[in-house]
Nanobody, 115 residues
Framework: QERLVESGGGLVQPGGSLRLSCVVSRRISNIYYMAWYRQAPGKQRELVASTRSDGSTNYADSVKGRFTISRDNVENTVYLQMNSLKIEDTAVYYC?????????WGQGTQVTVST
């Protein structure tokens, strides 16, 4: 089955850290793009960070210097390390990968930053 399984979300205080993981089914091959998006209540889904097969990365301005995207090709997993979390980072975070045929989405994991 072609699927993405996210984990690592939760409740954290401002200034804290979380690491999100997304395990990608090995039935999805030739992946050239992996990314994390997020959607806060009442807002559109937005790109948080992405990485391509050439190793390049891209970050939303709001997370630069705080978040790091990485991938483990052996484990077929993409990670999002989130440090110095802010209340405005609260959202559902979605994993997204693409090959030449289509894009795939995970089910989402909730991240709540609150005192």
């Amino acid at each position: 089955q072609e699927r993405l399984v996210e984990s690592g979300g939760g409740l954290v205080q401002p200034g804290g850290s979380l690491r999100l993981s997304c395990v990608v089914s090995r039935r999805i091959s030739n992946i050239y793009y992996m990314a994390w998006y997020r959607q806060a209540p009442g807002k559109q889904r937005e790109l948080v960070a992405s990485t391509r097969s050439d190793g390049s990365t891209n970050y939303a301005d709001s997370v630069k210097g705080r978040f790091t995207i990485s991938r483990d090709n052996v484990e077929n997993t993409v990670y999002l390390q989130m440090n110095s979390l802010k209340i405005e980072d609260t959202a559902v975070y979605y994993c997204n990968v693409a090959n030449t045929l289509r894009r795939y989405w995970g089910q989402g994991t909730q991240v709540t930053v609150s005192t």
